[in-house]
């Protein structure tokens, strides 16, 4: 596991996020994925069966290979595979991995295409969820696929088994982009 000392504003936004769901808009490269992997790491340590799992989703496959590297390397985890199923992360950044995979780790990272259609085939369901992390979050708006999941999933889901969410990004407004649905 690595070993970082946490900025002041990397703590305040923690401790935000033990109150309540956070929007953290902070400028490229000042530790927002950090953030994400010691929310993950407090949360899934004060996890309960059943609702145990973190999910990070990025909307890129370039950026779901740097996080998963990035949190793999944080939390001191291996990355899943057929080969070597004893790993407790998974990095699905292109072939939706097979369902069991869902099962047996306790953090996805993934594409939000990837999860939605494993959230649509129930290979994994929100409820099982504890935290989920939205990087670039500004892509949350009416038709895209973050939107679609906290719209079909996240609000779908009953108020107390709903997962924590953090939004990550570095610009919150696109000034092209409709407002993003409230979930967002």
């Not at 504003?9 to 929007?23: C, G, K, T």
């Not at 994925?33 to 999910?55: D, F, M, N, S, Y």
């Not at 996240?154 to 000034?175: D, E």
Request: glycine share 4%.
């Amino acid at each position: 596991m690595a070993e970082l000392r946490l900025r002041a504003y990397q703590e305040e936004a923690l401790e935000a996020f033990e109150r309540h769901n956070l929007l953290v808009v902070l400028p490229t490269n000042t530790g927002k994925t950090i953030i994400a992997a010691e929310a993950i790491q407090r949360v899934l340590r004060e996890a309960t069966p059943g609702k145990h799992k973190a999910v990070f989703l990025a909307p890129t496959r370039a950026l779901v290979e740097q996080q998963g590297d990035v949190l793999r390397s944080y939390l001191g985890r291996d990355e899943w595979s057929e080969e070597d199923p004893s790993g407790t992360v998974v990095v699905v950044s292109g072939t939706p991995p097979p369902s069991k995979c869902y099962a047996a780790c306790d953090l996805v990272v993934s594409t939000p295409a990837i999860f939605l259609t494993a959230l649509i085939h129930a290979d994994i369901r929100m409820e099982q969820i504890a935290v989920l992390v939205l990087d670039e979050g500004h892509h949350c708006a009416k038709r895209d696929v973050y939107a679609t999941i906290m719209r079909r999933f996240y609000r779908a889901a009953p108020a107390t088994a709903r997962p924590r969410v953090l939004t990550l990004t570095a610009m919150p407004i696109k000034s092209h982009i409709p407002q993003a649905p409230a979930a967002c």
